[in-house]
T-cell receptor, first 112, second 113 residues
Framework: SQQGEEDPQALSIQEGENATMNCSYKTSINNLQWYRQNSGRGLVHLILIRSNEREKHSGRLRVTLDTSKKSSSLLITASRAADTASYFCATDYTGANSKLTFGKGITLSVRP | DAGITQSPRYKITETGRQVTLMCHQTWSHSYMFWYRQDLGHGLRLIYYSAAADITDKGEVPDGYVVSRSKTENFPLTLESATRSQTSVYFC????????????FGDGTRLSIL
């Protein structure tokens, strides 16, 4: 399977702390995307980072990509209770018939 | 507002029955996707479509049928439902197969008794 692997599987932090989530993948990619899923809802796109980019920011979110290590990290700064959700990385592998492949997700709990 | 709508949100049916899940998007995206989400497996691609009348298999297509006669609709049919198809089903759309973000509906929770 070419599924990316997120780490840790679950993370519990206090409101105001930073949350760091990691994603590793297996072969070369065109881009890597992070999504959030609130309970009972669909996935919502957060950030897309291309293979020639190293870092992207969006509000309190910071995503890094290290293609030499085949890994990415998502940092949420100054977390809030509303950040409680599952987070998924998805990889667009290079290749003729590649499609976005989702990992199994990370459950983030932010305690008030 | 542009968006993607799935119906029904919840469905209970019996083994052997045919059931169709509907998906409608107003983004005018060329690509549409069907995923199933199960504990321990994450999201797995069932089928996808690049345009009207063009569909292709994903990772777990067995037992499912899709059609796409109009760009905005992408129904998923379970021709003879089995208990292993109990899952949460998500439809998504995108301007590209993998190089653009995907936009998801809120899912259909399907239980097969």
């Amino acid at each position: 399977s070419q599924q990316g692997e997120e780490d840790p599987q679950a993370l519990s932090i206090q409101e105001g702390e930073n949350a760091t989530m990691n994603c590793s993948y297996k072969t070369s990619i065109n881009n890597l995307q992070w999504y959030r899923q609130n309970s009972g809802r669909g996935l919502v796109h957060l950030i897309l980072i291309r293979s020639n980019e190293r870092e992207k920011h969006s509000g309190r979110l910071r995503v890094t990509l290290d293609t030499s290590k085949k890994s990415s990290s998502l940092l949420i700064t100054a977390s809030r209770a509303a950040d409680t959700a599952s987070y998924f990385c998805a990889t667009d592998y290079t290749g003729a018939n590649s499609k976005l492949t989702f990992g199994k997700g990370i459950t983030l709990s932010v305690r008030p | 507002d542009a968006g993607i709508t799935q119906s029904p949100r919840y469905k209970i049916t019996e083994t052997g029955r045919q059931v169709t899940l509907m998906c409608h998007q107003t983004w005018s995206h060329s690509y549409m996707f069907w995923y199933r989400q199960d504990l321990g497996h994450g999201l797995r691609l069932i089928y996808y479509s690049a345009a009207a009348d063009i569909t292709d298999k994903g990772e777990v297509p067995d037992g499912y049928v899709v059609s796409r006669s109009k760009t905005e609709n992408f129904p998923l049919t379970l021709e003879s439902a089995t208990r292993s198809q109990t899952s949460v089903y998500f439809c998504a759309s995108s301007a590209d197969r993998g190089r653009q973000p995907q936009h998801f509906g809120d899912g259909t929770r399907l239980s097969i008794l």
